[in-house]
């Protein structure tokens, strides 16, 4: 069965470093997003992304963020800068189609992003 | 700000009864709404979508939509011990997510 494949599944990092989360969504989806959850905490919404630009962005997607589709099947997330508080499980989705008739969006296994 | 909430707290319920989950949404112009479920440490698992006003029925599960309402909701039945998790309900064009109801079935 098609799946999101999401790596590393942790990653440490330093304080001021930056980090790429990588992500292969499913291959036949045209729409893909990232989230955050911060440990205990909900589901954040940070970005989603189509046709090779940003589709909606969350007040939490500032410019320490951003997002490419290097190739035809990656999906990174770019954060610089990293601060103690951006440690958290990112989650890559993706979704056949999005906007306000979207279908449903599967998950990858996240990766868990630890700053010290 | 277009929000999903889901407002109820942890809920607990016996082996055997029915769960039931509550969700609203701010977006009208939204269509299609989702509901996950989360085991602690692992990613969202979709159980269930919904995209028309009414019922939608899948085994346990039945989703609820009231659009004029901008309500869902989800009922489980004959609830088991392993639908403990966090529910969250997902909807709107940029797939937001509630804060989730942590259910617990005792047995």
């Known amino acids: 069965e098609p799946e999101v494949t999401q790596t590393p599944s942790h990653q440490v990092t330093q304080m001021g470093q930056e980090v790429i989360l990588r992500c292969v969504p499913i291959?036949?989806?045209?729409?893909f997003y990232w989230y955050r959850q911060i440990l205990g905490q909900k589901v954040e919404f940070l970005v989603s992304f189509y046709n090779n630009e940003i589709s909606e962005k969350s007040e939490i997607f500032d410019d320490q963020f951003s997002v490419e589709r290097p190739d035809g099947s990656n999906f990174t997330l770019k954060i610089r800068s990293t601060k103690l508080e951006d440690s958290a499980m990112y989650f890559c989705?993706?979704?056949?189609?999005?906007?306000?008739?979207?279908?449903?969006?599967?998950f990858g296994q996240g990766t868990r992003l630890t700053v010290v | 700000q277009k929000e999903v909430e889901q407002n109820s707290g942890p809920l607990s319920v016996p082996e055997g009864a029915i769960a039931s989950l509550n969700c609203t949404y701010s977006?009208?112009?939204?269509?299609?709404f989702f509901w996950y479920r989360q085991y602690s440490g692992k990613s969202p698992e979709l159980i269930m979508s919904?995209?028309?006003?009414g019922d939608k029925e899948d085994g346990r599960f039945t989703a609820q939509l009231n659009k004029a309402s901008q309500y869902v909701s989800l009922l489980i039945r004959d609830s088991q011990p392993s639908d403990s998790a966090t529910y969250l309900c997902a909807g709107g064009k940029d797939m937001r997510f509630g804060a989730g109801t942590r259910l617990t079935v005792k047995p």
């Open positions: 989705a993706s979704s056949e189609y999005g906007g306000l008739w979207n279908t449903e969006a599967f």
């Open positions: 919904i995209y028309s006003n």
């Open positions: 291959s036949n989806h045209l729409y």
């Open positions: 977006d009208r112009g939204s269509q299609s």
